[in-house]
């Protein structure tokens, strides 16, 4: 294909050189997928206020998130099964988000383990924690982290059960894949990939298998994965995570004003406004038009982040100017390692802090910790902090 200039070129590069079901895995959510489309389509309804005639001839993207320099406000979410988009494939975003100076985030769920991650990862290095029944291993992959040089612990919050995928279904999804008749014609399609993945060893839930009792082939794992989601989660569970954790805490997956009080009142450190991608529950607001309300109610008292849906430095300046204090990528990153490797995640940031510089020049403002809802333009009037704007800035985020 033509030159990448776009988080869409990414994804279109993937698409043809990952497996269909990994590539899948990454590009759907739940039931119907309203809330996964939503969550990108709910940015384009949301104007920028262009000002022109300013000194822009020197921007600063920088920020501190939880207390660091980042190069920009943006961190690499958690995404599950990573090195099988690409072999290794957590380990090249980790060492490409260092190099870029963004966080990065490791999933419970990766491919590559914790211990594997951090010799390539910088700081800061998180880590993300779904708390299980077996409870004894929860805190021995938090006993891990730590010992790993993780400075934060991403708690996830909405994924007590799994939210039904079709296409992870109909596709079988593995990790590593089943050898089926209709899987193998797939990866024979797909010789680059199969041949980076012949040449390293880290094909299974790295975090996992050889770290829990009798998990030790795919049919183990399974089984064990399938009766470890954990109904009896709640508020009171943060409790003991903190009994086991005395860093920074975020807690993912906010998606309501109350929760985002409680996370406030409990202690946490910061939270992320998120929908779990739209892979969970079908049907609820996208991320970007809860955001504006979470970020009044707490920003004040707690680090506001947010993912879901973003696709360009565009959207990460709407989310900034609607409360949020960084955004993290999801599929854009993963679009880029499934695209290109490592070579492929730093596009993917590049991509991103390009256009986000260009717009933020473009719309007047020369640091990202100036931008705020002044920059939002909706029917007629700017978006200001208060007054005229409050009702705009609702219609924009289509509350």
């Not at 790993?148 to 939210?163: E, F, I, K, N, R």
């Not at 680059?192 to 839930?205: A, D, E, Q, S």
């Not at 989660?233 to 906010?254: A, C, M, N, Q, R």
Request: hydrophobic share 40%.
């Amino acid at each position: 294909m033509g030159r990448l200039l776009t988080i869409h070129d990414l994804k279109e590069q993937h698409r043809a050189r990952a497996p269909k079901m990994f590539f899948d895995y990454v590009d759907s959510g739940a039931y119907t997928e309203g809330t996964y489309r939503d969550n990108e389509t709910a940015f384009q309804t949301i104007k920028l206020r262009q000002r022109v005639a300013r000194n822009i001839s020197e921007r600063d993207l920088t920020t501190k998130i939880l207390g660091k320099t980042a190069t920009m406000p943006v961190t690499l979410a958690p995404v599950g099964m990573t090195g099988m988009q690409h072999a290794d494939g957590e380990i090249l975003a980790a060492r490409a988000a260092k190099a870029f100076g963004v966080p990065y985030t490791l999933s419970t769920m990766s491919i590559c383990s914790i211990e594997d991650v951090a010799k390539e990862a910088g700081a800061p290095f998180w880590f993300q924690l779904y708390v299980m029944r077996d409870r004894g291993f929860g805190a021995e992959l938090m006993a891990r982290a730590k010992a790993a040089g993780c400075s934060a612990l991403v708690l996830t919050l909405d994924l007590q059960m799994l939210g039904q995928r079709h296409k992870d279904l109909r596709n079988d999804l593995s990790a590593p894949p089943r050898m089926t008749p209709k899987i193998m014609l797939n990866l024979m399609r797909r010789p680059g990939w199969c041949m980076k993945m012949l040449g390293t060893k880290r094909r299974y839930f790295g975090n996992i298998v050889g770290h829990v009792k009798g998990v030790d082939d795919m049919s183990s794992l399974m089984s064990w994965t399938a009766s470890q989601f954990d109904l009896t989660l709640d508020w009171s569970s943060i409790e003991w995570v903190k009994s086991h954790w005395d860093g920074p805490l975020i807690l993912k997956g906010i998606g309501d004003v109350e929760d985002a009080r409680i996370a406030a009142d409990i202690g946490a450190d910061a939270i992320v406004v998120s929908n779990h991608g739209g892979r969970q529950l079908d049907g609820a607001p996208a991320s970007i038009d809860v955001l504006p309300e979470v970020a009044e109610a707490v920003g004040d008292r707690i680090e506001v982040h947010m993912d879901g849906g973003v696709r360009s430095g565009q959207d990460v300046l709407k989310a900034l100017a609607l409360g949020a204090k960084a955004v993290s990528l999801g599929r854009a990153y993963v679009h880029g390692l499934g695209a290109l490797g490592e070579e492929g995640v730093t596009l993917a940031l590049e991509i991103i802090r390009k256009e986000l510089d260009t717009t933020m020049a473009l719309c007047g403002e020369t640091r990202v910790t100036d931008l705020g809802r002044h920059n939002l333009w909706r029917g007629g009037e700017p978006v200001g902090e208060t007054g005229v704007g409050a009702k705009p800035l609702m219609s924009a985020v289509g509350a």
